[in-house]
């Protein structure tokens, strides 16, 4: 069974910086693309940071800069590093195993709730 347990989330001032968490179980992370999404309230998820097998990274324009994706395959876990938060940023962040076809491969978890108070 997959699980995809993100962590991390809170409440931070306009600024200040958050560490995000993805556990992850069922899967073969060490051979997986992953990929950190992000919701705003009344909005669609969009894509915010990828990191290949080989550590390989792209951003967004809208986190390039500030925001730090990284993974560990000893704890098959995938992590954002976000500095210089922006109320803007306040968002549930999601993270995803990339498909062949540049989609979410799998259902998606609970999210970790960020929110940046200006």
């Known amino acids: 069974q997959v699980q995809l347990a993100e962590s991390g989330g809170g409440l931070v001032q306009a600024g200040g910086s958050l560490r995000l968490s993805c556990a992850t179980s069922?899967?073969?992370?060490?051979?997986?693309?992953m990929d950190w999404y992000r919701q705003a309230p009344g909005k669609q998820r969009e894509l915010a940071a990828t990191?290949?097998?080989?550590?390989?990274?792209t951003y967004a324009d809208f986190v390039k800069g500030r925001f730090t994706i990284s993974r560990d395959n000893g704890k098959n876990t995938v992590y954002l590093q976000m500095n210089s938060l922006q109320p803007e940023d306040t968002a549930i962040y999601y993270c995803?195993?990339?498909?062949?076809?540049?989609?979410?491969?799998?259902?998606w978890g609970q999210g970790t709730q960020v929110t940046v108070s200006s």
């Open positions: 995803n195993v990339k498909s062949m076809t540049n989609s979410p491969l799998y259902p």
């Open positions: 990191i290949t097998i080989d550590g390989r990274t």
């Open positions: 069922g899967i073969r992370f060490s051979i997986r693309t």
